[in-house]
């Protein structure tokens, strides 16, 4: 395997056999996984970077809150970290990981990594990070305008549906809480209640913020000419809106650190410590795997703070291995 030292290779399995081995391989090419790949291949560690190529901003067409980012296209973005995560000697493969198995490496970690196709790639360190899936409820328009004018995230589009007529789908118990805070942008706000419990303080919340409470059952999104034009209700009744928000499930795609057996949190995503550390030694998560609130910005920098401590634990490693080295040798 081309390692970091020694040039790069991108987008092919060509080479990439079992028995080479990698420092680290990252599995998921996101602003997390990218950032990962980034400062470890700067510190001439051999990485290998997986990718399914599904990003979740796919439907998005532009990218806020970013430092010298903001309004930048997710493509792009991903494009040049691709680009300068190469530059720097690490491998891309576009493919998927079905699955990773840690290995008996003399008492430090050691994995195989296994991709589709057969493909067996072998690493010291694994960083996961492959995101979360958004499950949107089964109302017709919802995934035909996901990541247009049905979004999800205030403070990702907020900004930009600023005094729009604004409603927000009551599919899900944070829909109220949305509401309340999309006032902050637009002075038309509505909650589409459709059969959401409302306690009497989320009630008294919405009115003191002056957020009507629409009644009914949510019928279908009302597109015209390839712009959402507001909501039709089964009571046949429609309210005009130009933007509608909802707040999806969040599904984990962590089926990987779960059959490493890494341990979930009291709210039952995987749980890491500050720097992203698994409690499976030599296995790190980052971005919406584990954090279902991390943007692109901080999904980059929870990925920084993974390889920071990472490549300090191989330092680590790599003087034991050579004090063992010295010491079989009689020096």
């Known amino acids: 395997m081309t390692g970091s030292r020694n040039g790069s290779r991108s987008g092919s399995l060509a080479g990439v ?126 995934r035909e305008r996901w990541g247009k004018d049905l979004l999800h995230c205030p403070y990702c589009h907020g900004y930009e549906v600023r005094d729009q007529p604004l409603g927000v789908l009551g599919t899900h118990p944070g829909a109220v809480r949305h509401a309340l805070l999309l006032r902050q942008w637009s002075d038309d706000v509505v909650l589409f209640r459709h059969g959401l419990d409302l306690a009497d303080d989320e009630l008294a919340a919405l009115a003191a913020r002056e957020v009507p409470v629409v009644e009914g059952t949510v019928k279908r999104l009302v597109v015209e000419d390839d712009r959402l034009r507001g909501v039709e209700l089964v009571e046949d009744s429609g309210v005009a809106r130009a933007t509608v928000f909802v707040v999806p499930r969040m599904v984990p795609r962590d089926g990987l650190l779960t059959a490493l057996g890494c341990e979930r949190g009291e709210d039952g995503w995987i749980a890491t410590d500050r720097s992203g550390r698994t409690s499976v030694p030599g296995v790190w998560a980052v971005g919406n795997v584990v954090d279902p609130r991390a943007l692109v910005v901080s999904s980059a920098g929870m990925g920084s703070a993974a390889a920071f401590a990472l490549n300090h634990g191989l330092v680590d490693e790599d003087v034991e291995l050579a004090l063992r080295g010295a010491a079989r040798a009689g020096v």
Not at 52 to 79: I, T, V
């Open 17 to 142: 056999e079992r028995g080479s081995d990698a420092d680290v391989v990252v599995i998921g090419a996101g602003a997390g996984g990218l950032n990962a790949a980034l400062v470890l291949a700067r510190a001439r560690r051999r990485v290998v970077v997986v990718d399914a190529g599904a990003p979740r901003n796919a439907p998005s067409a532009h990218l806020q809150g970013f430092l010298s980012r903001d309004g930048m296209a997710p493509s792009a973005l991903l494009e040049t970290g691709r680009a300068e995560v190469v530059g720097y000697g690490a491998e891309f493969i576009q493919g998927q990981v079905d699955d990773v198995e840690r290995e008996d490496g003399g008492g430090v970690p050691r994995f195989a990594v296994r991709l589709a196709g057969g493909v067996v790639l072998t690493a010291r360190r694994v960083v996961v990070a492959t995101g979360l899936r958004d499950e949107l409820p089964d109302i017709p328009g919802v």
